[in-house]
């Protein structure tokens, strides 16, 4: 972990879109495509992914990871982001390869990484603000979750075989930001331990630390089965339609913002 007492450096934000993923679990070969170049409200999903990180004054650099071969960003000019093609197997490869592109770019091992999935696109830029005023300043990091609303069952052959508590439950949200060094540490052993992490909270939390939890939105879900494609477009669709609406008041006058 850093030292608190160390005022040597101030530490930059990088965010970190794993990208290399085929949502299996979306049907992927039904739609042709990986899940997260699908079109949702006129785009790729990914790209609205990355819209709102591009309004993220404070991010030094987002970098996408995807897999060898992968063309989708070529024909995209001027990017506003970085693409590196080292994607891995699993998730977690992904992210760890992508530190470490991150690493050999400039990035110390002191500063901050968001991990954000590709397919959870409607996240919002102030989301993604709250979180970093919440725990830019925490010794381990953390990340956005919602509470459980819902009552929560577990299954046996498809049977309700017992009812859960759901006190202090959370759904796990992205982004979720942590120090690089830390967690390419946090990866490393789990790798190491044959550990099968989901996300980079577990990670950390195999090593005994406790990620802190800062209050999302169930909005910001990820699109992971066929049906959760037309919630994702009603609801940019929706927003896109109240952007234009709501007038923005600038030196006085008021313009209507252009989504």
């Excluded at 030292?3 to 049907?27: E, H, K, M, V, W």
Aim: aromatic fraction near 6%; hydrophobic fraction near 45%; charged fraction near 20%.
């Amino acid at each position: 972990m850093t030292d608190p007492a160390d005022t040597s450096y101030t530490s930059r934000f990088f965010a970190l879109i794993p990208c290399a993923g085929q949502g299996s679990r979306a049907g992927v070969s039904a739609l042709g495509a990986a899940k997260q170049y699908q079109a949702v409200a006129g785009q790729a999903m990914v790209l609205h992914t990355l819209a709102a990180f591009r309004r993220v004054g404070r991010l030094a650099r987002t970098l996408v990871v995807v897999a060898p071969g992968d063309g989708f960003f070529d024909a995209i000019a001027d990017k506003p982001f970085d693409v590196a093609a080292c994607g891995g197997a699993s998730r977690a490869g992904s992210v760890r390869a992508g530190l470490d592109a991150l690493r050999r770019s400039g990035a110390q091992a002191s500063d901050w990484v968001l991990v954000h999935d590709a397919a959870r696109c409607l996240v919002t830029p102030a989301q993604i603000n709250q979180l970093m005023d919440d725990c830019q300043h925490d010794d381990v990091g953390g990340l956005l979750a919602h509470r459980l609303p819902d009552t929560l069952k577990q299954s046996l052959n498809g049977r309700v075989a017992g009812t859960l508590d759901r006190t202090g439950k959370w759904l796990a949200q992205t982004p979720q930001m942590f120090r690089i060094g830390p967690l390419a540490q946090a990866l490393d052993a789990a790798h190491s331990a044959g550990t099968v992490v989901t996300d980079e909270s577990s990670a950390m939390e195999a090593l005994g630390l406790s990620p802190r939890l800062v209050a999302g939105n169930a909005q910001n879900f990820k699109v992971t089965y066929p049906e959760d494609f037309a919630l994702a477009e009603a609801i940019l669709l929706y927003r896109a339609g109240q952007a234009q609406r709501e007038p923005v008041c600038r030196a006085g006058s008021f313009i209507t913002p252009i989504s």
